[in-house]
């Protein structure tokens, strides 16, 4: 049997084209196919960037090159 046999390679490759990523249920109850937790919005007792923190993230956009 070759090293690189098609039986070999299938065995190898297969497993790797199941994975499946676990649902989590976002806050839109309407719609939880569109929402999960990475995206759904931050509650504001969690936040930690304030008005300061957003006027210079804008300035350091508008001051970089683009690109």
Known sequence: MS???PKR???RIEPHL??????QA???????????K?????HP???TWGGGDYWAYW???MVGEPG
Not at 18 to 23: E, K, N, T, Y
Not at 26 to 36: E, L, Q, T
Not at 38 to 42: C, S
């Open 3 to 5: 090293l690189l046999s």
């Open 9 to 11: 390679l299938k065995a």
């Open 18 to 23: 199941h994975w499946r990523v676990p649902f």
């Open 26 to 36: 976002g806050v839109y109850a309407n719609s939880p196919r569109w929402s999960n």
């Open 38 to 42: 990475d995206l759904d919005p931050i």
């Open 45 to 47: 007792e969690k936040r």
């Open 59 to 61: 300035v350091s956009d």
